[in-house]
């Protein structure tokens, strides 16, 4: 990029037309009138006399390349280095059965509760700066997907790679606490949070929600839960090998009030969405509550060209001089 270090000195620019006003004025109007050859200036003239009516123009052409010198114009590279100690968050996100529920609209069509959440999740990545996101998937059992990083694509790509039914049938909430809290070790942070995830009700894994919880307590970590779809009937497609691909309607139940003490107790918050607007909403939300500040160092590299402008300048100011005192010498 280019630049102008000192880009006050410009201002002396206006100096220059000011002056070659002040100078063609003063010469058009004489104060004192006296004999001279104007009757003769139809005439052609020689060649020193041609040039010699652009001669006074060095002066001004030395001026301005003088101002622009002191102006110090540079051309380099400005690097901006983020430095944010950030935060540690774990998303950890329900696999079971239930999640294939075809309850929630994206773009005109029915998609699965998992596939509302990756959109969504996506543009929450998207909206981080400096943190550390990893990611826990859990159903009947509950294991790290993706440790603490800050490689977001590498978090995307993960995400989308998630399939139901790949972790179990059941919910396992305590145990997918229990691994997140885990994984929250593994780098020290001034804030640790959870992000759990689920449709369920805990019915599964070898740590209850409630022990889990008291543990995040302990250890100062955030849990903020979303309780995912409606209850009741919601509608899954099944594929028969006769009558092809099929909407059958299976009960869902999502235990709230357990996701709400989770969250209550760890000073986080607890979110019901039954629709993608509302989960948008929710994590929009999740973002503004968990802010990180990020601080921003400029450094540049940058080359001075001032001298490009200055030799010229010295060089036309020196010819000035000599053609002013030899060749076009005037005489007052």
Known sequence: ???????????????????????????????????????????????????????????YITLCLMIIALARPQYGIKDFKISTPGINIILAVDLSQSMAAMDFNQNGSMVTRLQAVKGVIHNFIAKRHGDRIGMVVFASQAYTQLPLTQDYNSVTSVLDRLQIGSAGDNTAIGDAIGISLKRLQDIKSASHVIILLTDGVSNSGGLTPEMATDIAVQRHVKIYTVGVGRKGDAPFLVHDPL??????????????????????????????????????????????????????????NFKELYAYFLIPAILLLGLWTVLTNTRFLRVP
């Open 1 to 59: 990029m280019f630049r102008f270090a000192s880009l006050h000195f410009l201002i002396g620019l206006l100096v220059v037309p000011a002056a070659f006003f002040y100078r063609s004025r003063r010469r058009r109007y004489s104060s004192l009138h006296v004999s001279g050859i104007a009757s003769l200036e139809g005439m052609d003239g020689s060649f020193f006399v041609k040039i010699g009516r652009f001669v006074p123009l060095l002066k």
């Open 243 to 300: 009558f092809g691909d099929q909407y059958i309607y299976k009960q869902v139940d999502i235990d709230e009030q357990a996701l709400k003490n989770i969250a209550g107790k760890t000073g986080g918050l607890y979110f019901g969405a039954s629709d993608t607007r509302g989960l948008d909403q929710i994590y929009a939300t999740i973002n503004r509550l968990e802010k990180t500040e990020v601080k921003v160092n400029t450094y540049g």
